[in-house]
């Protein structure tokens, strides 16, 4: 098999399975996510079963990826962002040995990048407890009934109620966009690449970095490094903003509703930091006269030559075409 073709498996304890799927799920190089049952000593076990505590088992997912496309080390990265990891009893309005959380390792890489990670997240002082998340051998995982695969799809609006009601959101806001974030991303960026990327200012056209830049390359996201843009998908729009037909991956790159200034568009934001980019208008080369319309300040371009250095080497075939 071709290294750039090879895929592995992750598996996740975070409470709610319906929860762990959307934030992984259409990701480059994530191939499936599975919600499911691990770690208990009965075969085949029922949600029911489950959820009466007496199988042994955690509702987890798990996930089959590229990591030459998606590294482990990120879906960590994801992992903790989505939990308490302070919590033995449970997760959220979730109570129970059922809920608690785990990373299930599939082999001994994973287990030193697991615990790497887990240790710098408590050297972190991030959170004010100990960090009581278990790093276990992986166990047979059993797919959960059709019901609750892709629950955020097939039942959006019970997905939304369930996951506002359960106090998720509200704690990872608290503790993955404090003060303290804000101040080491100020650090981080200029003052106008931070007034962009959260406050949604918009730059001055003709008077920013990449508007007329057409060497070839990739645009990352300023913040998270991730590969956003391409110069094979740029053009001019004679707008005074850099332009594209369409980003690298549309997993990385969010779109939703923007209703200031009087007027409906959509804006565009990085899905993995939530930086603000810009606004897709339709208004772009044919056929699919898509304009993602992008403000320098929330890139940073890096040069085809030095895309392997930076570990972007795998994106040099959409600009040797």
Same mark, same amino acid.
């Given at each position: 098999?071709?290294?750039?073709?090879?895929?592995?498996?992750?598996?996740?304890? +975070?409470?709610?399975?319906?929860?762990?799927? $959307?934030?992984?799920?259409?990701?480059? +190089?994530?191939?499936?996510? @599975?919600?499911?049952?691990?770690?208990?000593?009965?075969?085949?076990?029922?949600?029911?079963? @489950?959820?009466?505590?007496?199988? +042994?088992?955690?509702?987890?997912?798990?996930?089959?990826?590229?990591?030459?496309?998606?590294? *482990?080390?990120?879906?960590?990265?994801?992992?903790?962002?989505?939990?308490?990891?302070?919590? $033995?009893?449970?997760?959220?309005?979730?109570?129970? *040995?059922?809920?608690?959380?785990?990373?299930?390792?599939?082999?001994?890489?994973?287990?030193?990048?697991?615990?790497?990670?887990?240790?710098?997240?408590?050297?972190?002082?991030?959170?004010?407890?100990?960090?009581?998340?278990?790093?276990?051998?992986?166990?047979?995982?059993?797919?959960?009934?059709?019901?609750?695969?892709?629950?955020?799809?097939?039942?959006?609006?019970?997905?939304?109620?369930?996951?506002?009601?359960?106090?998720?959101?509200?704690?990872?806001?608290?503790?993955?966009?404090?003060?303290?974030?804000? $101040?080491?991303?100020?650090?981080?960026?200029?003052?106008?690449?931070?007034?962009?990327?959260?406050?949604?200012?918009?730059?001055?056209?003709?008077?920013?970095?990449?508007?007329?830049?057409?060497?070839?390359?990739?645009?990352?996201?300023?913040?998270?490094?991730?590969?956003?843009?391409?110069?094979?998908? $740029?053009?001019?729009?004679?707008?005074?903003?850099?332009?594209?037909?369409?980003? @690298?991956?549309?997993?990385? @790159?969010?779109?939703?509703?923007?209703?200031?200034?009087?007027?409906?568009?959509?804006?565009?934001?990085?899905?993995?930091?939530?930086?603000?980019? +810009?606004?897709?208008?339709?208004?772009?080369?044919?056929?699919?006269?898509?304009? *993602?319309?992008?403000?320098?300040?929330?890139?940073?371009?890096?040069?085809?030559?030095?895309?392997?250095?930076?570990?972007?080497?795998?994106?040099?075939?959409?600009?040797?075409?």
């Amino acid at each position: 098999m071709d290294e750039k073709d090879r895929t592995e498996l992750a598996t996740f304890a +975070g409470g709610c399975f319906w929860c762990m799927v $959307k934030p992984f799920d259409e990701l480059p +190089g994530i191939v499936s996510v @599975v919600s499911g049952y691990t770690g208990g000593h009965t075969d085949n076990p029922t949600y029911g079963e @489950v959820g009466t505590e007496t199988t +042994g088992h955690v509702e987890a997912v798990q996930i089959t990826y590229e990591p030459e496309l998606f590294p *482990y080390e990120r879906l960590l990265d994801i992992y903790w962002q989505l939990i308490d990891p302070t919590d $033995k009893g449970g997760q959220f309005m979730d109570r129970g *040995y059922s809920y608690r959380t785990a990373i299930f390792v599939h082999n001994e890489e994973q287990r030193a990048k697991a615990e790497a990670s887990k240790a710098a997240l408590q050297a972190s002082k991030r959170f004010k407890d100990p960090i009581v998340t278990e790093i276990l051998p992986a166990a047979p995982f059993y797919s959960a009934e059709a019901l609750h695969q892709d629950y955020y799809k097939t039942h959006p609006l019970d997905y939304k109620l369930y996951l506002k009601g359960s106090g998720r959101d509200e704690f990872l806001e608290q503790h993955w966009n404090s003060p303290e974030d804000q $101040k080491r991303l100020r650090n981080q960026l200029t003052r106008l690449q931070y007034e962009v990327t959260q406050h949604k200012a918009t730059e001055p056209p003709y008077e920013n970095a990449y508007w007329n830049e057409f060497h070839d390359g990739i645009y990352v996201d300023v913040i998270s490094g991730d590969p956003l843009f391409s110069s094979a998908d $740029k053009f001019d729009s004679a707008s005074g903003w850099p332009s594209f037909t369409g980003p @690298v991956a549309g997993g990385l @790159v969010r779109r939703e509703a923007d209703y200031s200034g009087g007027e409906v568009r959509t804006a565009l934001r990085s899905r993995l930091s939530g930086a603000y980019l +810009g606004h897709l208008f339709f208004d772009g080369p044919e056929p699919a006269k898509q304009h *993602y319309r992008v403000n320098s300040a929330a890139l940073r371009f890096i040069p085809k030559e030095e895309l392997e250095a930076n570990g972007l080497g795998r994106y040099l075939v959409l600009l040797n075409g």
